[in-house]
């Protein structure tokens, strides 16, 4: 009699377990027992100590409730973001910061886009970069001294489950030495999505000529570019900041003496400080530059350039001048 | 006496802290709604946004939720079992331990101590608290269950059933941590699998804290305050076994377009479609219920609580299996079209039940009338009011962001910064904000008229002592 369930309440909630049973575990238990639930790609790299205390600053704060760190599958996130996250990078988060709200952007790819410096900046005062921002000031972290004996526990729990997190006490205090929460944080932020190559940039035409040298109108609309996407790093004027973003009015082109051609500026704006082998300047540290090539149009990159080279030429004459 | 035995001094207690609790948690809410436009009011390091919405969640998730299912699914349980609970001490304990663990909770979350998982962010010792409150909950309800009186279960004693059930596997698995210190542990799950994991019990935290025990008071307190039995039996009995078989497969709805494996997420896309049929059993027997009288309407002050209440869940039943479709999962995932979704549920659907619910057991403790039932149709228009311009205006930016994220030139690259997508947001979000201040007011007129309604049947008591309650229905 299927009605006498409901006149026996331990039979109800032992049925009642059941149907929730067969769900959970085609969906939740039984996947663990699978391969393809625990990846992890031989490129991915463990966090250091300082990074681990960083990942901490970023759980302790909550930012998984603005910030998602999964690039989807799709033209547009990978145009805006990078490469779509691969299963295999994740090893290493317990738990996974995935998220499941982008009001600020994703973070997946941060890692080794921008120079710590521009971080500390950042996260200091994100108004000062962007006045429209919304997100809260971190000045506080700096100066927050970071731990060794609560950094080596985490690692020492996390150290159970993987063996490359495993470390000493020596280890951790030199890992964190010097450091402040901030620093810690930055280097986390530093190490997202290091595990996947980021996009190979071939060969540049060097010869390619600025179809807009001499194109008044086109200058115009380059410095409008400029004032809207380079120069919360590079200045207004272009003269760039300490630490930050060098300066594009000098002869020096990737911390190397003498200048180059509007073909190398073009390549570096759209294609990021992943050009800079290509070009064979390494400049002075990895990353640095954002590539722009998924927001700004061909004709948008010559525009800046040619508005770049107007303005150079503009700033040595004044100089002659005087 | 009918009121001691009945224990109603717990039951109102748990109600007056819920009610405490969710103040606390809707103003936490509509501040960081204002602080997402106005980023000056962060005050770091407690007041932050990424501080605060925790404890906008948490509080209201378990602080009003669990708090008002504590004491509503008590009075049910007593009143459907003809019998005063098994433990009344424990109870009384539970209603103690139960306001000590929320106040450390929020404390903690200011503190920063997060596991980082969404809707259990709790660190390790405080879900010790919570698993110990729910098993003093799950004590009382089967030993009261166990002595009931009538050899047949109501309804509603079924989904009360299967929310201690679940909610208990659901807590405990997603809980399981690496200690790492005394406020600081690990996902015991890395990675995918640990977004797997997590989202199985993030959707079922809704489903077994925001549905099947809302269901359970839908049940009893919409035939209650009408007087009109229940339309279907037999479709209630399909509704409630299809639908707590069906809610747990479809967490990974919530990692479409995430590295979690394909066929996980189709599953849970299945599913999830799926669960619009019992949602809407519930759904059809509140309208039929009400629809063989449909003066009720207007005759009983409650009863359109519960009708928009149930409507509401219907629109949410249906909305959130849309939102699974890959297809439209792509535009609105990440954008603020989910909290404007996730606040139809819980400002609509949640709270116009359990504060109906509340209406009732309050004044039906002190066998008298609510204090103002003008005041309570002050309370439905504002929270109605407040709500969908919550809801609605998220949904606008939410496509809004969508669509600008995708936005590309002819070229293929992107139109827009991200910047320039957020910026968008806010008028919409000043929009939000004033939803929420009209929901906010309508919730201080209902906390007005209970506390007036304690007032009013306190004064009763003292003229009148010597005068025995009401007997219990029979």
Redesign the interface.
Known sequence: MAGEI??K?VL??VM??V??????I???AY??F?A????QLETLKAFTPLQLAGR?V?????????H?Q?V??????V??YGDY???G?????????????????DLAREGGLRPDAWHEQHYTN??QM?P?????????LRGRPLDPA?TL??M???G??HRELQADLAAVQASLAGKDELDALVAYTQWLGHAVARRQVGAVDLAAVNPFSADRKAKLKGQKLFLD?CAVCHGDEGHGQEGVAPDLLDDRFLAVDGDMPDAAYFAIIKDGSDVKPALGRPGEKDGGMTAF??????DDIWSIVAWLRAHKAHEQLEGEIK | MNDYRYDNRTVQGFILSAIFWGVVGILIGLLISV?????SL?F??YF????L??IHTNGLAIGLGIGAEFGLLFYVVMRLCRRPLRFPRLARLQLWLFNIAVAAAALSLFM???????YAELEWPLDVGVVVLWVMFAVNV?GT??KRQD???YVS??YT??T???VA?LYI?NNLA????LM???????????????W?YGHNAVGFLFTTPILAMFYYFLPKSTGLPIFSHRLSILAF?SL?????????H??V?????DW?QT??IV?TLFLIAPSWGSVINGYYTVGSDWTKMKSGYLTKFFILGITFYGLQTVQGPTQAIRAVS?LI????W??GHVHMGTMGWVTLTVTASIYYVIPAIYGTTIWSEKVANIHFWLVLVGQLLFSVSMWITGIQQGAL?????A?????????EG??KNYPYWHMRSLGAVIFTVGMLFFVANVIMTIQKGKALQASAPATPAAAPAV
């Not at chain 1, 393809?36 to 990846?39: G, I, L, N, R, T």
């Open positions: 409901y006149k309440p109800l909630a009642a377990t149907a929730i049973s067969i769900g959970s085609v969906t939740m996947p663990m699978r393809d639930m625990h990846p901490d970023y759980q302790r704060e909550g930012c998984v409730g603005c998602t999964t989807r599958p799709l033209k547009s996130e145009a805006r996250s691969k299963a990078e994740f090893a290493f988060d317990h738990p996974f910061l995935w998220g499941s709200k982008r009001t600020g952007p994100p108004q962007f429209r921002s919304n997100m809260p000031q971190y000045a506080f609560t526990a985490h020492k729990a996390l159970g489950f996407n090539g998924g927001q700004l149009s061909a | 602080q997402l436009f106005a980023p962060n770091a390091p932050t946004y990424g501080r919405r925790p920063g101590y997060s596991q980082s998982l969404e089967f269950i166990m050899e047949q279960m004693l079924w059933i299967a201690v059930v679940a596997v698995v690496i200690p790492a210190g600081k542990s690990y996902h015991l799950f890395a990675g995918v699998n640990s977004a797997n994991v997590e199985w076994w707590i078989f069906g809610y747990l497969w479809t967490g990974a919530h990692l377009y995430t590295p979690v494996p996980i599953l849970a599913f792509q995932h990440y954008t603020d989910v909290p994220w995708k936005a590309v030139n070229d293929g690259t992107l139109k827009y910064t991200f910047l957020l910026t």
